[in-house]
């Protein structure tokens, strides 16, 4: 099964209407087969067992559902709303894929469908008393799904669109996008030397953010041709038709030139997907908010980044563990580089040093965090000594007090790096 196909399908089952039309036919199938069976049951022991009930509690089931469902769906809209205007429109992404969200609206929307068209049936005369009685089965099972996910409901709506319920689903979006680039350092294929590329590139053909990238297909691509293909570009990257997006060793013709820039999907905002980066750019969002001076919540800037150290402790940990038991790559015949380490740190720390330089409290609780991954082993040593400097330099220029600045030196990464390279 292609790369591509299993992306554009995980894409999928993540909207909401599909969930609706699973539970929409259940309610068509449990009317069928209230009528397919009802003849099979004696009318005695469907009076006795109360099928002549069912009219009245589908009546109940699809007035309440169409309430709940509305209030339901209002409710999400302004969660999403809270979130985009508290945290990062970026952030509302998480809340409109999440599952027990679309579960929930799911079900009741799926209970309503399945009262209406069984009451359809009961006016019509479809159903005998035996089919009555089928009925009546599946309504109690409805019912009792229907309270289940509204208790559910209920108590997911406590946390629902609080900021720091908002913080620790980016984190878990990152640690999973995270986990897929440590499991594949790069995609599947080979590492990517500095500066090499192949003799023919091959420009984008249209214009927006790299989603996913097929790698299978490149394989095979490659296989074909018999060469060796050179990607430029990593999920998240912004590209245009001016930018070449892979080079080859090999003159391809347009066909398959077309092919080759199909692995790549493109559209027209980042996702979190396969994208590491991304989760950490809107963690960065949600702290540069939080600093302006509408919002003035530092408490939430000394959240994220708690949770950026935790999440980049994760990555060098688990990299590093990957590492020993690293195996053959997938793909031997695409090369992919490796993502950027520096870029990394500042996705997340720069919004942060910018935008809370004025805020001694913010200054060492990030040179403290920017030591703790100077500590880590790897290429984030070098990156959290630069985003050291930048955040001193800043401080600096928002005018704080000389006491203030020596407390940030004290826990500066930079200044310590300094003092041990004078001795």
């Known amino acids: 099964m292609s790369e591509k196909f299993v992306f554009l399908l995980q894409r999928t089952l993540r909207k909401t209407w599909w969930r609706c039309t699973l539970f929409a036919l259940f309610a068509v199938l449990a009317v069928i087969l209230a009528t397919m069976l009802g003849p099979y049951i004696a009318t005695d022991v469907a009076l006795k067992l109360g099928s002549d009930s069912i009219d009245s509690l589908l009546n109940i089931l699809a007035s309440s559902m169409l309430t709940v469902t509305i209030f339901s ?3 999400m809209v302004s969660s999403f709303g809270t979130v985009a205007s508290s945290a990062t429109p970026r952030a509302s992404q998480l809340l409109i894929e999440d599952s027990t969200i679309q579960n929930t609206l799911a079900a009741f929307i799926g209970a309503f469908i399945y009262s209406v068209i069984a009451l359809v049936g009961l006016h019509a005369h479809v159903y005998g008393d035996g089919g009555r009685l ?9 019912l009792v799904l229907v309270v289940i996910v509204l208790l559910r409901w209920i108590d997911y709506l406590s946390v629902l669109g609080r900021m720091g319920e908002t913080i620790r689903r980016v984190e878990e979006a990152t640690q999973k996008a995270m986990d897929q680039r440590i499991e594949k350092p790069f995609l599947g294929g080979v590492r990517q030397q500095t500066g090499e590329r192949g003799a023919f590139a ?3 053909p249209k214009t927006g953010f790299v989603l996913h990238v097929s790698m299978d297909l490149l394989q095979d691509q490659a296989k074909k041709l018999d060469t060796k293909l050179y990607l430029h570009v990593l999920p998240g990257n912004f590209v245009e038709p001016g930018i070449s997006i892979m080079t080859s060793d090999r003159a391809v013709d347009a066909k398959t030139q077309a092919a080759l820039c199909d692995a790549i999907s493109i559209g027209p905002s980042r996702t979190f997907d396969h994208d590491p980066r991304f989760g950490l750019v809107v963690m960065g969002e949600i702290a540069a908010r939080a600093l302006s001076p509408a919002v003035n919540d530092p408490g939430t800037s000394l959240d994220v980044i708690a949770t ?3 999440l980049f402790v994760h990555w060098t ?4 563990d990957r590492g020993e038991d690293a195996s053959e790559p997938q793909f031997d015949r695409v090369a992919v580089p490796a993502i950027d380490a520096a870029g990394m740190v500042g996705d997340v720390f720069a919004p942060i040093a910018r935008y809370g330089a004025g805020a001694v409290e913010i200054g060492i609780a990030l040179q403290r965090a920017l030591g703790s991954l100077d500590r880590l082993e790897g290429d984030l040593a070098g990156a959290a000594e630069a985003m050291s400097r930048y955040a001193m330099q800043r401080a600096v220029h928002a005018g704080l007090p000389e006491v203030d600045l020596d407390e940030i030196r004290r826990s500066s990464v930079w200044t310590r790096a300094s003092a041990s390279g004078a001795a």
Do not use: E, I, P, R
């Open 134 to 142: 089928v009925l009546f089965g599946f309504t109690l099972v409805v």
């Open 73 to 75: 769906a209002s409710t």
């Open 308 to 310: 950026a150290v935790k």
């Open 317 to 320: 940990t688990a990299a590093a």
């Open 202 to 204: 091959f420009a984008s």
